[in-house]
Nanobody, 116 residues
Framework: QVQLVESGGGLVQPGGSLRLSCAAS????????MGWYRQAPGKQRELVAT???????NYADSVKGRFTISRDNAKNTVYLQMNSLKPEDTAVYYC??????????WGQGTQVTVFS
């Protein structure tokens, strides 16, 4: 059974930082591309950042320079370090595991709220 379990969300003031974690089980983690997506109320889910099994990263323009995605294959975990948070970053953040688009899995999501 595949499980992606996110943690690290919460409430933070603008300019603050959070670090999200996603622990994966039930997959051969080091062959999967991993990603973070987010969905704000009334909006579609959007890509935040991805990292390939080789470590190549990709970011949405809105988070470039502020967010950093990384992975620890020994721990089957992917991280999202979020700095300089803005109110528009408020959303539910979802972890994604993808193997050549043949197998795609999602976590249950973790809420991030940036408020003044």
């Amino acid at each position: 059974q595949v499980q992606l379990v996110e943690s690290g969300g919460g409430l933070v003031q603008p300019g603050g930082s959070l670090r999200l974690s996603c622990a994966a089980s039930g997959i051969i983690f080091n062959v999967y591309a991993m990603g973070w997506y987010r969905q704000a109320p009334g909006k579609q889910r959007e890509l935040v950042a991805t990292i390939t099994n080789g470590g190549t990263t990709n970011y949405a323009d809105s988070v470039k320079g502020r967010f950093t995605i990384s992975r620890d294959n020994a721990k089957n975990t992917v991280y999202l370090q979020m700095n300089s948070l803005k109110p528009e970053d408020t959303a539910v953040y979802y972890c994604n595991a993808d193997y050549r688009t043949l197998n795609t899995y999602w976590g249950q999501g973790t809420q991030v709220t940036v408020f003044s």
